[in-house]
């Protein structure tokens, strides 16, 4: 058997059983590397070298969580959110709490949205917004599944469509300076267009996700929310500002710097030097932000050394040659292979930016060699790069979400995020790009 269908196979199994998503890791890459005829030391020495990789992901979500408590500390959080409950209580009919539902739930889309495009802060914008917002989400019984999606849906189909931002350094820096380097002329490719069928079967799986699969109200617990969410919190004013200025400063710095750790460290000291979080209190309150962001951050860990396992192997490769020995000269059916084998590949290692590179030397000449266009090729390879990033349980585009909406316990990892997104959108890029490959 191949060693990545076997270690993404048995890393799905047994996060899918409930079992932790970083021992899920660990025991598919072990599986890997010794199916892989790595052996045990080999194995071990890969995913060791590979957990570095991972750790500068990892800090940037430890500060971001030490931030996002100093806000929540500040009154901003729940400043947001007792006006959003004002609303709520203000409700008298269903129509005016419908209109408050799509209200929140277009503000996150927006916001996810423009993260990746208008001001790229990727996923720093989550634990600032969501959890001031579960309290008021949870009492117009809105699926917390349902915000996984549009989330979701905001994190990755404008990197995969529009130029700007995170999509420039995707669509221009990697897809196609990859497929260039792998043979194809593509300088009268317009890559939005190549990709406008993919991105449409995006939004196709959003839609279906808000008004069919999650569309009926859900019930949490309340009072779970409040012992995380404290609806206590004092605030003026001042602390607002200071908030208003710390977020800015954060936000601003990583813009320049291109470090969500020293921006979110400066958004930190702003607080600690206006006196909102108390010299005394700051250590304490770095402490249980970093707790809270800590999962997350040995997820990613883990997933680097997955990835660096699967590498070492070599076998993506194998996988990629038995995949064109079936193919013969059939072009529908070549695109399927590349694309199952885009979504596996994608799955393991968690991310779009890292698997089009692995991809792209593989899979152009076997464009080449079925007749496809420029433009279908730089679709194929993007959709099979895209393909997996949603689902996947090492990807941040599903961690990001339950980093928000678990911060009571009550979303889970694997069947409330990972599973939901895979569906709903994993399946129509399989269909769509299949499409568009064979039309473009």
């Known amino acids: 058997m191949n060693a990545v269908v076997a270690a993404v196979g048995i890393m799905l199994v047994l996060s899918l059983c409930r079992i932790h998503v970083v021992v899920a890791l660990i025991i598919g890459a072990l599986a890997g590397g010794l199916i892989g005829g790595l052996g045990m030391d080999a194995t071990l020495a890969a995913f060791n070298k590979g957990l570095g990789a991972g750790a500068t992901v990892a800090l940037s979500y430890a500060m971001l969580g030490a931030f996002a408590v100093a806000i929540a500390k500040s009154g901003l959080a729940n400043a947001l959110a007792d006006k959003a409950l004002a609303m709520v209580g203000r409700q008298q009919d269903a129509r005016a709490a419908s209109t408050l539902k799509w209200t929140l739930i277009g503000l996150l889309a927006v916001v996810a949205v423009c993260s990746q ?88 799986g959003l839609l279906v996700a808000v008004f069919v699969s999650y569309r009926k109200k859900r019930v949490y617990d309340l009072a779970r929310i409040e012992k995380v969410e404290s609806r206590h919190t004092h605030y003026n004013p001042r602390t607002l500002w200071v908030a208003g200025l710390a977020v800015a400063v954060a936000f601003a710095t990583q813009l320049l710097l291109d470090s969500m750790i020293v921006g979110a460290l400066l958004g930190f000291v702003v607080f600690t030097v206006s006196g909102v979080v108390r010299w ?41 040659d038995a995949s064109t020995g079936l193919i013969g000269d059939n072009r529908g059916l070549g695109v399927m292979m590349m694309l199952l084998v885009g979504l596996l ?34 679709c194929i390879v993007g959709t099979a790069g895209a393909l997996g990033d949603a689902g996947s349980p090492a990807s941040d585009s599903t961690l990001g979400p339950t980093s928000g909406l678990n911060v009571d316990g009550q979303h889970n990892h694997i069947w409330d995020s990972v599973v939901p997104t895979f569906l709903h959108y994993n399946l129509p890029l399989l269909v769509f790009g299949w499409v568009a490959a064979m039309v473009l």
């Open 345 to 378: 590949v994608t799955m393991g290692i968690g991310s779009s930016f890292s698997t089009v590179p692995i991809i792209a030397a593989i899979f152009v000449p076997l464009c080449l060699a079925l007749g496809f266009s420029p433009m279908a090729t730089v």
């Open 117 to 204: 495009n208008v001001l790229p802060i990727h996923i720093a914008f989550i634990p600032l917004l969501v959890p001031p917002l579960l309290y008021v989400l949870s009492t117009l019984q809105i699926d917390r599944r349902l915000i996984a999606c549009v989330i979701t849906f905001g994190l990755i189909t404008p990197y995969m469509f529009l130029p700007v931002g995170f999509g420039k350094i995707f669509l221009n820096n990697i897809l196609l300076a990859n497929v260039e380097k792998a043979g194809v002329d593509v300088s009268g490719v317009n890559v939005t267009q190549a990709m406008l069928i993919p991105a449409i079967g995006m939004l196709c």
């Open 280 to 320: 005394r209190e700051a250590d304490d309150l770095f402490t249980e932000g970093m707790k809270m962001m800590a999962m997350i951050g040995f997820i990613m860990i883990s997933a680097q050394g997955f990835a660096e396992v699967m590498t070492t192997t070599g076998q993506v490769q194998s996988l990629v």
